[in-house]
């Protein structure tokens, strides 16, 4: 099984509309984020939390809301989509300490917004 | 503007020879340096990394090297194999700003058997 699951895998949705995806993780860390991928630009940073009562914006947090419902769950919302956050929505962990741990992913979910 | 780019696209390498990808970076701030690899429908996975206060860091076939006057690395395969096929993203951190990257938009390597 994974250690960060994904879901959905894909969504195809309509402009407006609010969707949620969902991440959870079976490593237990503590440290989880929300990254999206377009082409050209890399991964850029939408939230991060570093526990279950700790929420920050990175760089991109427009548009988008978080909910760390446990330190295993952690979703993202789009409260009313829009064409331009069609992108690959990737979850990620991290252990908590020095700053040099390794960030885990998911398998990211395909996000098309129609 | 982007703080960590790779200018390359793509690149296309035979079978046994080296890949080398290449990443420029503009904050002098950044201290430590990793490079990913994605395959396609799966996640990034952690490749090798580089604290700045290294110029090279070697694991197996993969060779990282950092030029902090140029603001420059490099990830060097040597030989390369048909698997290595995937893109590879690098990425830089600012020390003590948790555990936030700064990805580049990475690099397709296609090695042709």
């Known amino acids: 099984d994974a250690d960060v699951t994904q879901t959905p895998r894909n969504r195809i949705t309509k402009t407006g509309k609010r969707i949620m995806l969902e991440c959870s993780q079976t490593k237990g860390h503590d440290r989880m984020y929300w990254y999206r991928q377009d082409p050209g630009l890399g991964l850029r940073l939408i939230y991060y939390?570093?526990?279950?009562?700790?929420?920050n914006k990175g760089e991109i947090s427009d548009g988008y809301s978080v909910s760390r419902q446990a330190q295993a769950k952690f979703s993202l919302s789009l409260e009313s989509a829009i064409p331009n956050q069609t992108a690959l929505y990737f979850c990620a962990t991290s252990e908590s300490g020095t700053g040099n741990e390794k960030l885990f992913f998911g398998s990211g979910t395909q996000l098309s917004v129609l | 503007d982007q703080q960590v780019k790779q200018n390359s696209p793509s690149l296309s390498v035979q079978e046994g020879r080296i890949s080398i990808l290449n990443c420029d970076y503009t904050?002098?701030?950044?201290?430590?340096f990793l490079w990913y690899k994605k395959y396609p429908a799966e996640g990034p996975t952690f490749l090798i990394s580089i604290s700045s206060i290294k110029d090279k860091n070697e694991d197996g076939r993969f060779t990282v090297f950092l030029n902090k006057s140029a603001k420059h690395l490099s990830l060097h395969i040597v030989p390369s194999q048909p698997g290595d096929s995937a893109v590879y993203f690098c990425a830089a951190r600012i020390n003590n700003a948790g555990n936030m990257l700064t990805f580049g938009g990475g690099t397709r390597l296609m090695v042709k058997p």
């Open positions: 904050n002098s701030m950044f201290d430590y």
């Open positions: 939390s570093f526990d279950v009562k700790d929420i």
